[in-house]
């Protein structure tokens, strides 16, 4: 494994509140990391730092052992890609052409080289959604909108992705197939931290779970080495796990 990301000692404030408290962790190669936490914890907050779109009070976020705000626009969208919480599209644009946005960084997508004819291709079937490609995007419901949007960011084709909940609005086969599809990236070599609620499916497809509770980190571990007692305490629900640490299902407290 090959470490990529370095996030050290992060402070980021937030309306005058303070939002992440001290998060620090490596990441590397070959890594599909779960991001969880109660909303408000700070996982969208945390992504963003690591795209380099929030001012940090103090600490670092290096990539590749530069820190991303020294990276120029273009250099850290062939590093970078990242797919928001909020997706909103202004133009009546065809889901195709908002997928080849994602090879802006290579000078695309005014020309499309053949090159990039095939990572859109590739992408489109990654996200399952080579079907919706010739529709105009404000036709698509909010699932299909949500894959074209996945796949505008696997069209980046870069070592490092970042998905703030890229499995929210999608129905439960689609849920599946994309986890499969991310655990495939990593095992490819890429590193992907995404921003997750669906807790079974982190269990079961990432790597390493990172919990943040309250802006700080308060559990990091392999994905399958998940404690119980934290999930409860952090989440207040009680995981159904096999005997392999996968998480089956979940249900309410009872206590
Ligand atoms: N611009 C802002 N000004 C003030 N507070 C903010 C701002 N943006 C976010 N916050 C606060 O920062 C905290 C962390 O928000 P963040 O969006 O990172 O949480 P999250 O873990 O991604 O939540 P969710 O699971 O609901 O998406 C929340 O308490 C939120 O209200």
């Not at 929030?54 to 991303?68: E, I, N, Q, T």
């Not at 009546?92 to 997928?99: H, N, P, Y």
Request: contains cysteine.
């Amino acid at each position: 494994m090959t470490n990529i990301l370095d996030v050290k000692s992060l402070h980021i404030s937030l309306g005058g509140t303070s939002v992440l408290h001290d998060v620090s962790f490596r990441a590397g190669t070959n890594e599909f990391i779960g991001l969880v936490g109660p909303n408000g914890a700070g996982k969208s907050t945390l992504l963003r730092a690591i795209a380099g779109l929030a001012a940090l009070d103090s600490g670092h976020c290096r990539v590749k052992d530069k820190p991303v705000d020294l990276y120029s626009p273009i250099e850290r969208a062939q590093h970078i890609s990242y797919l928001p919480q909020a997706r909103p599209v202004y133009w009546s644009m065809l889901a195709r052409d908002i997928v080849a946005l994602g090879r802006f960084a290579y000078g695309s997508p005014l020309k499309l080289d053949d090159r990039d004819q095939a990572a859109v291709a590739s992408a489109l079937k990654d996200a399952g959604a080579e079907s919706l490609a010739d529709r105009p995007v404000a036709e698509l419901s909010g699932g299909e909108r949500a894959r074209i949007h996945l796949a505008r960011t696997l069209a980046t084709e870069t070592p490092l992705i970042l998905a703030d909940e890229p499995i929210a609005a999608l129905d439960p086969a689609h849920q599946l197939s994309v986890m499969r599809m991310l655990r495939g990236k990593a095992d490819a070599g890429h590193t992907i931290i995404a921003a997750l609620h669906e807790l079974p499916l982190a269990s079961r497809y990432c790597t390493r779970i990172i919990i943040l509770a309250d802006g700080r980190v308060t559990g990091d571990n392999p994905s399958t080495k998940m404690s119980p007692e934290l999930i409860e305490t952090v989440f207040g629900v009680t995981p159904i796990m096999d005997s392999n640490g996968v998480i089956n299902g979940l249900l309410p407290m009872t206590t």
